[in-house]
């Protein structure tokens, strides 16, 4: 008999007993359903991370301050102030690989329009931060070398900030006050959406650097120095010669711990990636776990329906059916429920992992990997699960089979 | 030439310590043509010689050619396929699949060929084997929708569609009324006489064991009788008299 025959026997005696049919195929259906949806929202948030980082700029390198030895105690990142402006700029011009830098400043405060106020993060920059992080400019302009170097009262603010402090009106040329100084208000920035942590970046206010330090802080410390490679093959490149730039001017010794350290965007984006990996991970486990009762739910019908078809299988034998015969048909029919309830679990799990998309802030990725993955998964599961009953239904005895009532 | 050809056939039982022997010893011949009832009390080893014969088991000695064939020494799937192709079986609670139609049942053996029937030709066979049986109008059904006695013809139709040698009824009329039961005679006098097709008929009716032209009756495991039926009961006729008595 020819496979053909075998599935046409099996889709027979399927299609006879409709509910049991479907009834076994639910947990197969439920399993394989979870299993995509899980996966999907894993990655989903995989990508919204690795989308998050990529915003950050691409060919960004950031340069802490910290990791210094100081009679044994470490301090770690921000844990001191040992960059330094000059340092940003000894970059940009010793280091052939890099082509921006800025040194940047924070603070928090709160900004004062008319009779709405507002706390944010201040942040100071030097001209070519925009470009670094490639964020536009999507009204006025953004302050210039001039306003570096006078330390001018210039702000540019983020979508957030304007949204709270100008209510949907034209921002550009008011005039705000930071910490009681007054600043001109020159440009507004594009939104940029959450960071990596779940902050918006977009709740922000960007002045001169310079400003910042001298009439704000009142300090001259740099918190961090971003650096933007000039171009992607170049960052490992450019780290090297950030690094050789400050071991000098930081007159590190050789075996001496540097006081600074140098992340690429690679490396958070590793990072990150990790732990989303872990998660979805984690996910795809529970589910695959659902996708295992599924099966075993298989197996215990394909049982019983073989102890109920006793007769039948006697019927079956009696007729001329081999035990190979017999052994397929069951292991067919086991096949054909665990990949039809695979097939609607993908669906059912792609309808899923949109309808968990308008829940949470991850846009779903239902990848053809998990799609091929559930599938092969429930066609183990159907094979596996399905070979007992089957082996057991083909041993039976004719005489006996045609027997039992 | 003979169909059967058993001799010395002989099955012990083997449960854990205790062994019955349910039959000690059988010659049968039947040669082709011949309409066998087989008779007997309960546990007399009728049983156990149909499912030998109709190569369902194996005996424990003797031996058994079918069709000119040494068959007690096959494997399992070497009996199916035997019976596939040789034996055609018709049982008291007709066996049908549940939920099938009367032509899928009829179908189900030509399905199990070894050498695989085109499937033009298999619906052609299945509808004639019904035809044959006067169910020519009820291929859809399914055995719910029908009554026994047309249950009882989809089985025999679907135990001709393999054109076997040797029919085997078992108790084919057991379940059905005693008008059902000649009805079904007619069809098996019938095929025995019209198609030459061999028929072995286990009853313990006495009155439907009269429509064979030969009764072996077994007691004890062991053939107690072997006689030639004088005065043999044509169905035809007796489905005539039952008509004129019902006027």
Same mark, same amino acid.
């Given at each position: 008999?020819n ?7 099996s ?7 409709k ?6 195929a ?7 359903s979870?299993v ?6 894993g990655?989903?948030?995989q990508r ?10 691409t ?12 009679s044994?105690?470490?301090?770690g990142?921000?844990g ?6 000059e340092d ?8 052939p ?6 040194p ?22 030097d ?12 009204d ?10 006078a ?9 957030v900030?304007?949204d709270n402090l ?7 040329g008011?005039t ?6 007054p600043?001109?208000v ?14 918006s970046q977009?709740d ?7 400003t910042?330090?001298?009439?704000l ?12 490679a000039a171009?992607?093959d170049?960052v490992?490149?450019?780290?090297k010669q950030?690094?050789?730039v400050?071991?000098q001017r ?5 075996g ?8 690429t965007?690679?490396e958070f984006a ?5 732990s989303?990996q872990?998660?979805?991970l ?5 589910a ?7 099966g075993i739910?298989?197996m215990?019908i ?5 102890t109920?078809r ?10 001329g059916a ?7 048909q ?10 039809t309830?695979g ?8 309808g ?7 829940f ?14 559930a599938?092969t998964?429930s066609?183990?599961v ?11 239904a083909?041993?039976?005895?004719p005489?006996q ?5 | 030439?003979?169909?059967?050809d058993?001799s010395d056939l002989?099955?012990?039982y083997?449960t854990?310590?205790v062994s019955?022997t349910?039959?000690?010893?059988v ?10 009832a ?8 009728k049983?156990? *010689?149909?499912?030998? +014969?109709?190569?369902? =088991?194996r005996? !424990? ?7 000119? /064939? &040494? $068959? ?7 009996l199916a ?15 049908l699949?549940a ?7 009829v179908e189900?053996?030509l ?12 619906r052609q ?10 169910l020519g ?12 006695g047309?249950?009882?013809?989809v089985?025999?139709?679907?135990a001709?569609v *393999?054109?076997?040698? +040797?029919?085997?009824? =078992?108790?084919p !009329? ?6 059902t039961? /000649? &009805? $079904? ?11 030459n097709?061999?028929v072995l ?5 006495p009155?439907?064991?009269?429509f ?12 107690k ?14 489905l ?5 008595e019902?006027?």
């Open positions: 008999m496979l053909w025959m075998v599935f046409r026997i889709l027979t005696a399927l299609m006879r007993n509910l049991r049919t479907f009834l076994t639910l947990g197969i259906i439920i399993g394989v979870t995509i949806t899980m996966l999907a929202i990655t989903g948030a919204s991370v690795e989308a998050t980082i990529a915003s950050l700029g060919n960004t390198i950031m340069i802490f301050p910290g990791s210094s030895q100081s044994g105690a470490r301090t990142a921000f001191a102030s040992t960059l330094t402006v940003a700029k000894e970059i940009i011009k010793q280091c690989a890099v082509s921006n830098t800025s940047m400043t924070q603070i928090n405060a709160q900004v004062v329009f008319q009779d709405q106020n507002w706390s944010t993060q201040i942040t100071g920059c001209v070519s931060y925009p470009e670094i992080r490639n964020w536009a400019i999507v006025g302009r953004f302050f210039t070398d001039d306003d570096v170097r330390a001018a009262k210039v702000c540019v603010l983020g979508k900030v304007i100008f209510g949907g009106e034209n921002p550009i008011a705000v006050r930071v910490k009681g100084i600043m001109r020159i440009g507004q920035l594009a939104e940029k959406g959450d960071s990596a942590y779940g902050q977009d922000v206010i960007m002045v001169p650097y310079t910042c330090m001298k009439r802080q009142r300090q001259s410390n740099v918190r961090y120095i971003m650096a933007e171009a992607k170049q490992d490149r450019a780290k950030i690094n050789e400050l071991l930081h007159h590190i010794q050789e001496e711990d540097p006081d600074y350290s140098i992340r965007q690679a590793e990072t990150a990636n990790q989303t872990i998660f979805t984690l996910l795809g486990g529970i695959s776990v659902s996708l295992l009762v599924g739910g298989i215990n394909m049982l019983v329906s073989v109920e006793i007769r039948e299988i006697g019927i079956r034998m009696a007729l081999k035990r190979k015969d017999i052994l397929r069951f292991l067919v029919e086991s096949i054909v429920l665990s990949l309830g097939a609607i679990g993908v669906a059912l799990g792609y899923l992992a949109h309808l968990a998309a308008k949470s802030q991850w846009p779903p990725v239902v990848s053809l990997q998990s799609v091929i993955l599938f998964f066609l183990v159907g094979v596996f699960f399905g070979f007992y009953p089957a082996f057991k083909s041993r039976l005895d005489i089979a045609l027997r039992n009532e | 030439m003979n169909v059967i058993a002989t099955r012990t083997v854990g310590e019955v349910a039959l000690k010893g010659d049968i011949a039947v040669p082709e043509g011949d309409f066998v087989i008779m007997g009390p309960s546990g007399s080893g049983s156990t *010689t149909m499912n030998l +014969l109709g190569c369902l =088991d005996p !424990t000695s003797g031996s058994y050619k079918l069709d000119g /064939v &040494e $068959v007690s020494g096959m494997s399992a799937d070497q396929e035997i019976r596939n192709q040789k034996i055609g079986f018709v049982f008291q609670g007709f066996n699949l939920r099938t139609t009367a032509m899928e049942n189900l053996p399905l199990y060929r070894e050498k695989e029937i085109p499937s033009k030709e298999r066979r299945c509808k004639d084997a019904l035809q044959s049986v006067g109008h009820r291929l859809d059904h399914v055995p719910t929708q029908l009554s026994g047309e249950q009882q013809r089985a025999i139709a679907r001709l *393999t054109r076997p040698s +040797l029919l085997l009824a =078992d108790e !009329t057991g379940n059905l009324d005693s008008r039961s /000649v &009805e $079904v005679m007619r069809i098996f006098q019938e095929l025995n006489e019209e198609q097709i061999t008929l286990v009853t313990h009716e009155d439907i064991a009269q064979a032209k030969r009764i072996i009756t077994f007691k004890d495991g062991r053939i009788s072997d006689l030639t039926v004088k005065e043999r009961l044509v169905a035809k006729q007796v005539l008299n039952m008509v004129d019902d006027e």
